[in-house]
């Protein structure tokens, strides 16, 4: 373990590469502020995912886990002027903290942030048959991701992409006994991407603020 030298080599970066966290460093302040668990994505991965909307041109998002929107307004930062982020989260204090960040960044004309549990907004937004996503973020409760990924089939775009968070867990992922439904859902996650013709994939594992994780990223066949 060597998290203080994770934690100083990100403090680093983001100091030299990702210099304006700084003027995002309020979020994560009302979200501590709010009680809100600290496991937002860090700066460093922030800047990533804005990136990532932009190499890929997304214009419509769709993320399921907003918690304070610390991650939602990373992406929305680089969302065309047309652009659209659909933000899915369950619980309401968090969705109100995120609303009121939404204001203060004066980015919730580009954001629209759905209430209630996520099974329930993705049929919604199934049924309601609107356009698919360029690029989805899935970082909301683990046990659940073989359910989002069936979604993502149906939601994403041919060519689009989807990237999940916290598929490495320090490692435990790779424990074939774990009984921890955390650990079971990255699992089953990877095995049905394993046997599945329609996405390319690979996962990446990270260091940083974050301790030792990583980020699973595919892409829709055309
Ligand atoms: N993407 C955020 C962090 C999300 S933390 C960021 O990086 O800033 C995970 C969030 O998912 C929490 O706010 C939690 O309340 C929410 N969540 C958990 N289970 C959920 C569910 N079934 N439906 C919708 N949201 C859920
Ligand atoms: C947890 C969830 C996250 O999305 C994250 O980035 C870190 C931790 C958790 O539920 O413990
Ligand atoms: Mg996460």
Known sequence: MNQELWSDVDAYLVQTLAKEAADLEWVLATNAAAGLPAI???????????LLVRMSSAARVLEIGTLGGYSTIWMAQALPVAGLIITLEADSHHADVAQS????????HLIELREG???????LLVSEGGDLFDLMFIDADKPNNPTYFEYCMDLTRPGGFVLFDNVIREGRII???????????VRSLFEMIRDDTRVSATAIQTVGAKGHDGFLLLRVNE
């Not at 549990?117 to 049929?123: G, Q």
């Not at 424990?175 to 859902?185: A, C, P, Q, T």
Request: aromatic share 2%; glycine share 6%; net charge negative.
């Open 40 to 50: 937002d994505v860090s700066p460093a991965q922030g800047k990533l995912l804005q």
């Open 101 to 108: 960040n939404f204001e203060r960044a004066n980015l919730e």
């Open 117 to 123: 549990p996520a099974t329930d907004s993705l049929e």
């Open 175 to 185: 424990d074939e006994s774990s009984d921890d439904d955390r650990v079971l859902g």
